[in-house]
C-alpha cells in the first residue's frame, strides 16, 4: 500500500493476483478501514466497500494480475481498477445481471453469479468500464460524499 496524505488527498495502490483466492478482499478491506478511520458516513463506506471488493474479486478471477487504486478525499473517494487479462467482448452484455463468463470452478467457490458489475455500477455515482480484448481492462468509478 502506498499513501500520500499531502494536499488532503490519500492515495491507496493495492496489486492484485490473478487466481490469488487467499489474499483476495485484503485491499476492499483495507480501504473500507481506511474510510472508518477518516470518519466518512457508514452509507459512503458501504457502496464503497460494495464496488471496491466486487472490483478486486473481478481482477482474481478473471485477469492474470492488476492493481486496486484509491484516491480519497473530502469530496468523494475514486477507485480504478486495472487488469491485465482477457478484457470484456461485449460491455452490453457483461453489464446485465447473472451474465458471468465465470468458469465452472469458480462458480463451484460460490463466485461468478455475474452480479459484480451491476453491483459496482449500483453503488457508483460515476461509472466507466473501457476493455480490450487481449489486453486487459480498467473500471473507474466515483462515488460522491453527498
Known amino acids: 500500500m ?6 488532503k488527498d490519500i492515495k491507496l495502490e493495492y496489486p492484485i493476483k490473478g487466481m490469488d483466492f487467499l489474499a483476495a478482499g485484503e485491499a476492499s478491506s483495507n480501504i473500507k478501514h481506511t474510510l472508518q ?4 458516513s457508514p452509507a459512503i463506506i458501504r457502496k464503497v466497500a460494495i464496488a471496491a471488493y466486487e472490483a478486486e474479486m473481478n481482477i482474481v478471477i478473471h485477469g492474470s494480475q492488476g492493481v486496486l487504486k484509491t484516491l480519497i478525499n473530502p469530496a468523494k473517494i475514486e477507485l480504478v ?3 491485465t487479462g482477457p478484457g470484456i467482448p461485449d460491455i452490453e452484455l457483461a453489464m446485465q445481471e447473472g451474465y458471468s463468463t465465470a468458469p465452472d470452478n469458480i462458480r463451484e467457490m460460490g463466485f461468478g453469479a455475474g452480479m459484480g ?6 453503488c457508483a455515482d460515476e461509472f466507466t468500464l473501457d476493455s480490450i480484448v487481449n489486453k486487459g481492462t480498467t473500471l473507474k468509478v466515483i462515488i460522491y460524499n453527498q
Open 81 to 83: 481498477a486495472e487488469d
Open 2 to 7: 502506498n499513501e500520500d496524505k499531502s494536499n
Open 117 to 122: 458489475l451491476p453491483n459496482i455500477k449500483n
Open 37 to 40: 478511520l477518516i470518519g466518512f
